[in-house]
């Protein structure tokens, strides 16, 4: 008589819960995010040429999906400005 019995586990593994995206990023995640300078993001965020900024007290945070959708542009139009 033979029975089979699972000895090895289940036959998938748990998968390991994703961390949450956070909605809101610093101006640390967000220069990472779009690959810039820290200095090139904050003069951005002072001509008003980044969307989704929220300044609580001192502290900027900027909405990722602000930054997501922003359309890019070249020349003085874009989000960053001219680069050049």
Not at 30 to 58: C, D, F, H, M, W
């Amino acid at each position: 008589m033979s029975h089979s019995t699972c000895r090895n586990g289940p036959a998938h593994a748990a998968e390991a819960p994703t961390p949450k995206v956070p909605d809101f990023l610093t101006v640390e995640e967000a220069a990472a995010l779009l690959r810039v300078n820290r200095k090139t993001l904050y003069e951005s965020i002072r001509l008003g040429q980044l969307p989704g900024v929220v300044r609580i007290g001192k502290a900027v945070r900027i909405r990722r999906a602000a930054l997501v959708e922003c359309p890019t542009g070249k020349g003085r139009d874009s989000a960053l400005g001219s680069q050049r």
